[in-house]
């Protein structure tokens, strides 16, 4: 395996199993404010219990996020230092901000709505809550900021071979960044709306908690369907727009667009074939790629063959299918969410658990989604680690081997695979013993004397 | 002059880092052998909790700082750096799963376990940083291009050959473990009551003693591996007052702790830390990685600086930005002063 490869697999796999807990930190952040907003106004006890139960969790999640968070703003310096070196003038920035600014207000704020206990009035608490909110979102909009540059490089100034920022807004403000943060935050939403809404219907189906459960369905599938439609119309729609006025060869890759077509068919189905420049065993709907993109069926579509072969995605067919299982599984998420929706408008939610099976069964797909989706943009950004401007080829550490790079991804691997087990039982002693267990965990650690 | 300012603004962070998540780490340390049965870890780990997470967030914004104003330091040294570097991380996620999890399973056997990760983690990570500041004292094999590798031991002696683990940066290390020991236990000495209190106390003095003999021999060991560390203090004589200030805060130490000034005691040892994380500081600049083999391959300040506009546009909202942190940080310490394990009602 070439160096390269390894560096490239060391940052996919500890970002990827990252990100597993960011999505829901920050989704269930919103739900969390929901659930405190309606306590503080009703003065209902029962939703503000429901809010520290799903504290309890958010806690347990927000530990991992952190932990396996830490590597990653050292992965630019340890693995892609030759990218580092000249980009830190542009990106350096975004990401010392996120430091600066939403990790400090989010650890405080945690601190206070988790320990805080009887020293915080009501208020204090909802606004506890309401900041580790506001610094999550602030944390993922500079992670956006960061990734968008690379796909999109603005607002930059070529000094000595390095990058170095012209404008501080117009890196912040990067259309690319501004659509891919509205999409990338919807999908985090959509996580977390999966997850309560599976946790209300676990309860339901097993008839017990049934109260916190009605909260859970209520709240997960409220927000929930607003999220499932948004994630496709409009976020979807206008940053894959974007995306294919600016990254054609993506566009063209992840569709399984090899000819340039006019009336361009979207490919729903089958596997892009690199040898015959074909999709095999295809399930096409004609015109609808055309529109998709330009709002007419006349239009263009470039493809791949218009593109200089040194030019192409380098994963071809994993990009193509990660696109499919992302799209595939988000139109999935509406269907269900809307039906569970109306179900809910008409009182019949609770009762019909064929849907409290869907809701249930659906949570980690969520999961596989967002990650889909993050596959497709960076494999798309391929074969660039700044787009137009630096090759992935040239930007990874060069005086790190393939073999001390294999030696700390496979130490990654097995930690994370540790990680991943302690915080499924972690969460799901949680999840059994309810709202009501008396006392649980983090606060009489923290409280008690 | 932004290569001065810039320099220093990181250097302060390295510093808030290490005052903070310093006694979170002793205390870690104190774990393995002060504190005696579950009521004293609890309360221990209360004295912490709150706050952990945010002092640990001075190692990263720190880390983005250095990345934005000091990018090729930042590549040339985490990459050069790397296997050191991964532990750390490793014994990061270490520190942090098992001081936040130990009580969300009922087991003996899980806290013991924790228990264990949780103050090996801190006393390593307290070694590791140590003799991560005497790698950059001592200089790497710097090459024409800027990037280095360091294996983790070579022959042991700092010269021409390094590795990561030799003579001066064990002794960095263990001088790191000890400072960071005892300001966990000064920490301690304001946080818990009963016995605890009265053990953490009483640990002040055979630390501190360690701490004299060892601070002496890393400053006469500094100034043998790498001379020029005495030429900025020359230059401007009254920047003599750093070391004047290591041994002030060394008899500040001593003097509350025995006359039962716990907050003083512990100001004093962050004086301590910050006087000789300066010092080692001002006894570099501007190198900010030299070279060990003497090429004249030093990564200095000019190199390795952002360009003017971009420490321009950050200056403005790091200050602003850090303002706010200090705000959020002083906020959440008040709520949680007083003793952690004081009967504290939950909700």
Redesign the interface.
């Known amino acids: 395996m070439t160096a390269e490869l390894i560096h490239r697999l060391h940052f996919a796999f500890t970002v990827t199993f990252h990100y597993l807990f960011p999505q829901l930190t920050m989704g269930l952040a919103l739900l969390i404010v929901v659930l405190k907003s309606v306590a503080l106004r009703t003065g209902s006890a029962q939703w503000d219990h429901a809010a520290h139960f799903w504290g309890r969790i958010f806690g347990i999640n927000f530990v991992f996020g952190v932990v396996t968070g830490i590597p990653m703003e050292f992965q630019f310096g340890t693995n892609w230092a030759q990218f580092a070196r000249v980009s830190g003038g542009v990106i350096g920035q975004p990401l010392a901000m996120e430091g600066v600014f939403s990790f400090f207000l989010e650890s405080a704020f945690l601190g206070l709505f988790l320990y805080g206990g009887s020293r915080l009035s009501k208020r204090m608490h909802w606004f506890s809550a309401f900041m580790v909110w506001l610094g999550s979102w602030i944390s993922g909009f500079f992670i956006i900021v960061t990734d968008a540059w690379m796909q999109h490089p603005v607002a930059y100034n070529v000094i000595n071979g390095h990058y170095e920022v012209a404008s501080f807004w117009g890196l912040l403000l990067n259309p690319w960044g501004l659509l891919q943060y509205m999409h990338n935050m919807t999908g985090a939403v959509v996580t977390g709306c999966f997850v309560m809404a599976a946790v209300g219907a676990y309860y339901l189906l097993e008839g017990r908690d049934r109260d916190f459960a009605r909260i859970f369905l209520k709240v997960g599938v409220t927000v929930g369907v607003i999220a499932c439609i948004a994630i496709i119309f409009p976020t979807g729609d206008l940053h894959g727009k974007y995306m294919a006025r600016h990254q054609p060869a993506a566009i063209a890759a992840m569709e399984g667009l090899f000819k340039t077509e006019t009336g361009a068919g979207i490919v729903l189905m089958g596997q892009p074939n690199e040898e015959t420049g074909q999709i095999d065993n295809p399930l096409v709907v004609n015109d609808v790629l055309s529109f998709l993109i330009y709002g007419t069926t006349k239009a263009e579509v470039t493809g791949l063959d218009r593109i200089p072969h040194d030019q192409w995605p380098t994963a071809l067919p994993l990009l193509y299918y990660s696109y499919h299982i992302m799209a595939g599984l988000g139109t999935w998420f509406a269907l269900l969410m809307i039906v569970s929706a109306f179900l809910l408008w008409r009182g019949k939610l609770y009762g019909a658990r064929w849907a409290l099976w869907a809701l249930l069964l659906s949570f980690p797909l969520p999961y596989i989604a967002n990650t889909a989706g993050w596959m497709t943009a960076e494999l798309g950004r391929q074969p660039w680690l700044i787009y137009g401007l630096m090759r992935t080829s040239e930007g990874f550490s060069k005086t790190v081997s393939a073999s001390n790079g294999l030696f700390t991804l496979m130490g990654f691997m097995g930690l994370y695979t540790l990680l991943g087990l302690l915080f499924t039982v972690l969460v799901y002693r949680e999840i059994e013993h309810g709202p009501e267990a008396k006392g649980a965990t983090v606060e009489a650690a923290h409280t008690a004397g | 002059m932004m290569g001065f300012i810039w320099f220093w603004l990181v250097a302060v962070m390295i510093v808030g880092y290490v005052v903070l998540d310093g006694f979170d780490l002793g205390v870690g340390v104190l774990h393995l052998f002060l504190v005696r049965d579950e009521?004293e870890r609890?309360a221990s780990?209360?004295s912490i909790?709150?706050?952990w997470?945010?002092n640990?967030?001075w190692?990263?914004?720190?880390?983005?700082?250095l990345?934005?104003?000091?990018?090729?330091l930042?590549?040339?040294?985490?990459?050069?750096f790397?296997?050191p570097?991964?532990i750390v991380?490793?014994l990061?996620?270490a520190r942090?799963?098992s001081l936040?999890?130990?009580?969300?399973?009922d087991m003996g056997v899980w806290r013991t376990l924790l228990d264990g990760l949780f103050g090996i983690a801190s006393a390593l990570l307290a070694i590791f940083f140590g003799a991560a500041l005497a790698n950059v004292i001592r200089g790497v094999p710097l090459q024409a291009?800027?990037?280095?590798?360091l294996p983790l031991w070579t022959n042991w002696k700092p010269g021409m050959n390094p590795g990561i683990l030799d003579w001066y940066t064990v002794i960095g290390g263990l001088v790191a473990l000890v400072a960071l020991t005892l300001h966990g236990a000064l920490w301690l000495s304001i946080k818990v009551s009963g016995d605890l209190e009265q053990r953490a106390r009483r640990i002040v003095r055979p630390l501190w003693m360690m701490l004299i003999a060892l601070t002496v021999v890393s400053l006469g060991a500094t100034i043998g591996v790498r001379p020029e560390t005495l030429e900025n203090y020359y230059r401007y004589p009254f920047t003599f007052v750093v070391p004047v200030g290591v041994i002030a805060s060394l008899i500040g130490i001593w003097m509350w702790n025995r006359n039962g000034a716990p907050v003083k005691a512990f100001l004093a040892s962050s004086a301590y830390l910050f006087f000789m994380l300066a010092g080692a500081c001002w006894g570099l600049y501007p190198t900010l990685l030299p070279s060990s083999s003497r090429s004249g391959f030093d990564i200095t300040l000019s190199h390795a600086l952002?360009?003017p506009?971009?420490l321009a546009?950050?200056l403005v909202?790091?200050l602003f930005?850090?303002a706010?942190?200090i705000g959020?940080?002083a906020?959440?310490y008040s709520?949680?002063r007083g003793k952690a394990?004081?009967?504290?009602?939950?909700?």
């Open positions: 009521a609890r780990l209360k909790g709150p706050v997470d945010g640990e967030v190692l990263l914004a720190g880390g983005g700082t990345y934005f104003a000091f990018p090729l930042y590549a040339s040294a985490f990459s050069g790397y296997l570097l991964m991380l490793w990061l996620i942090g799963v936040e999890l130990r009580n969300h399973l291009d800027g990037y280095f590798f952002s360009g506009h971009t546009v950050g909202w790091w930005g850090m706010l942190a959020y940080v906020f959440v709520r949680f394990d004081a009967e504290a009602k939950g909700h």
